[in-house]
Nanobody
Framework: QAPLIESGGGLVQAGGSLRLSCTPS???????????MGWFRQAPGKEREFLAV????????YYADSVKGRFAISKDIRLNTLSLQMNNLRPEDTGVYYC??????????????????WGQGTQVTVSS
């Protein structure tokens, strides 16, 4: 199975909200408190797009311009879970949302290639 598992996707109307979750699989050995974790999305025919990332212990967060002020990334260390709260959703937010992890947050956190572990994705559809 995939090392990370996303959940919480679905169909919402424009202006609505969704909260996505990402949990390591039981066999992955990934610990959220020791791993930088991020969210990406991909629409059909387009490349994977960086959305947000949080550092190993949650002290630093960075967001893409397209989601600043609307999305919030967080970790629950006790539950070993990554979350993405999405508010004021727009039709252009539609896509498959992926969580990813890398041992340490670095300069090139916007690049999918630096992340070592990924989930299978969860579909988010925003209607007009």
């Amino acid at each position: 199975q995939a090392p990370l598992i996303e959940s919480g996707g679905g169909l919402v109307q424009a202006g609505g909200s969704l909260r996505l979750s990402c949990t390591p699989s039981g066999t992955s050995g990934i610990i959220a408190d020791g791993t930088a974790m991020g969210w990406f999305r991909q629409a059909p025919g387009k490349e994977r797009e960086f959305l947000a990332v949080i550092s190993r212990h949650g002290g630093s967060t960075y967001y893409a311009d397209s989601v600043k002020g609307r999305f919030a990334i967080s970790k629950d260390i006790r539950l070993n879970t990554l979350s993405l709260q999405m508010n004021n959703l727009r039709p252009e937010d539609t896509g498959v949302y992926y969580c990813a992890a890398t041992p340490r947050l670095g300069t090139y956190y916007r690049s999918p290639s630096i992340y070592d572990w990924w989930g299978q994705g969860t579909q988010v559809t925003v209607s007009s």
